[in-house]
């Protein structure tokens, strides 16, 4: 990336944390690397790691955004790591989240946790589209905007 005078600018690093990092974390991800790729490195983990939930993986390919290749790891995989800005969209997440060095912003963007662990019926996936589309809404305009 480069500024106006076409010097080189450093991406920030963005780390967005959540429990299991299956759902929320995973596709919060995706929507910012999608759309700030060119302003930011972005990573995701959680404090209980599982894995990427394949609703989620459905939900964000209907909106165009592919997640099919992420992977649930768990936050201490970047300890020891800075980051600009460590985001926890989760109070789980907020409430065990390590320190980081450096002078990290920390974010707390609560989103509400969609049914997981059940059967799949249209009204879950219809649950995951509408905290994807917030997800999809915050995070885009995190991308286009900045977070501040």
């Not at 990336?1 to 919060?28: H, P, Y």
């Not at 969609?114 to 249209?122: A, I, L, M, R, S």
Request: hydrophobic share 35%; aromatic share 8%.
């Amino acid at each position: 990336m480069q500024d106006i005078a076409g010097e080189e600018k450093m991406k920030q690093k963005v780390l967005i944390l959540c429990t299991g990092n299956s759902n929320r974390s995973q596709m919060a991800e995706g929507v910012l690397r999608h759309y700030g790729s060119s302003r930011y490195e972005v990573f995701s983990a959680g404090t209980l790691p599982s894995s990427v939930n394949p609703v989620a993986i459905q939900v964000m390919k209907e909106i165009g955004i592919d997640i099919s290749g992420h992977r649930s790891k768990h936050v201490d995989e970047f300890k020891g790591q800075t980051f600009d800005y460590v985001i926890t969209v989760c109070d789980n997440a907020k409430a065990s989240c390590p320190f980081f060095p450096g002078p990290t912003k920390r974010l707390h963007w609560e989103f509400p946790d969609p049914p997981h662990g059940e059967t799949v019926t249209e009204s879950v996936v219809a649950e995951f589209r509408k905290v994807r589309d917030r997800i999809h809404e915050k995070f885009k305009t995190a991308a286009e905007k900045g977070f501040e």
